[in-house]
């Protein structure tokens, strides 16, 4: 009966839920050795011109090789490295980590373009935070200009002000700072105004059904439309079609990004690509 089957949903919800926390708790765990034995990469996935199918940038997305697990997504550890105070250390090493290979990328005559590196509410908003990003920088010689810095809305949560004093200090030492995921969570478009900010990101979820859903399609024109008369450069996420590609050069997007042009792949990968690359050949 109905009661019965409620129990037995209850109970299945109760053994789901109480695996997914023993996982998150063992996790939790070996991030704390990760770092130590050096299971984390990074990889870079390429930021392409619309106009011209250019690598304009990079994205820096970390992996965890996790000994036993295989790779676990960023999705799953990050969330978790911030409950545990572990993305401090963590944020650092990868800050340090990009710095290193965009250097190594200038001196090998290859992909000298921004480098963008994502940054954790927590980590954005430390005491020090703006020092760790100068000696990351300092450490492997790598001028300003090459690094870029994504956050979220998030950032704006324990007020704006200071959030903006960060990006402003930022911005006169030379580092830009896009907005991430924008028009999900929280997004307002008060942010795009207040915040000093050069880029903002569109998310993969008003992409992936552009061409097919006009409502997507109308919040996408219109954050376009609203960023470039506001002076920011609009990178739209997630582009895997051909159509969705063609779509977002017609409403003037300026950068895409996205499987269709090339998955996040080990520095040594990057270095090998040509300068357009071949999905724009044909357009
Ligand atoms: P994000 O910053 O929005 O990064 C874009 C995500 O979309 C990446 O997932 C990328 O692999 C994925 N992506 C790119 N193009 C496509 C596409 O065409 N189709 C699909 N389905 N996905 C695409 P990833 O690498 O799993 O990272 C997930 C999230 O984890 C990131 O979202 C970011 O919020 C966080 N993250 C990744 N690396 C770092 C890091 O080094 N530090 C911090 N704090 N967070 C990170
Ligand atoms: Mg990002
Ligand atoms: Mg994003
Ligand atoms: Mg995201």
Redesign the pocket.
């Known amino acids: 009966d109905a009661k019965q089957q409620g129990r037995n949903t209850w109970h299945r919800y109760q053994g789901n839920k109480q695996r997914v926390t023993e996982a998150s708790v063992l996790l939790r765990h070996d991030l704390h050795t990760a770092l130590r034995d050096d299971q984390f990469e ?2 870079y ?1 390429p930021i392409v011109e619309a106009a011209s199918g250019r690598i304009r940038g990079l ?5 965890w090789h996790h000994p036993e697990r295989g790779m676990i ?3 799953v550890f ?1 969330p978790l490295a911030e409950q545990t105070g572990q ?1 401090i250390p963590l ?1 650092r090493w ?1 800050l340090r980590r990009v710095c290193q290979d965009a250097a190594a990328m200038h001196v090998a005559g290859k992909r000298v373009v921004p480098v963008a ?4 509410s927590l ?1 954005f908003r430390r005491t020090g935070f703006i020092e760790d990003v100068q000696r990351a920088l300092d450490a492997a010689s790598l001028s300003p200009e090459h690094l870029e810095l ?1 956050v ?1 809305e998030s950032v704006l949560l324990d007020g704006a002000e200071q959030a903006i004093e960060l990006i402003d200090q930022l911005k006169a030492m030379g580092i830009k700072v896009a907005l ?2 924008f028009g999900t969570g929280f997004s307002s478009l008060s942010y795009l105004r207040d915040l000093p900010i050069h880029k903002v ?1 569109l ?2 979820a008003f992409i992936k059904d552009i061409t097919t859903d006009r409502h997507d399609a109308a919040i996408v024109q219109g954050i376009i439309t609203i960023a470039h008369h506001l002076d920011l450069v609009v990178v739209a ?4 079609e051909e159509e969705q590609q063609q779509d977002l050069i017609r409403r003037h997007c300026d950068l895409l ?4 042009f090339a ?2 792949m080990p520095r040594e990968a990057v270095m090998a690509l040509p300068d357009r690359l071949p999905s724009f050949a044909e357009t």
Not at 117 to 120: E, P
């Open positions: 990074l990889y996935q994205e820096a997305l970390i992996r997504s960023p999705g990050i993305i944020g990868i590196v994502n940054i954790s980590q994504e979220t991430d995921d990101k998310d993969r996420e997630g582009i895997e990004q996205g499987f269709r998955r996040p």
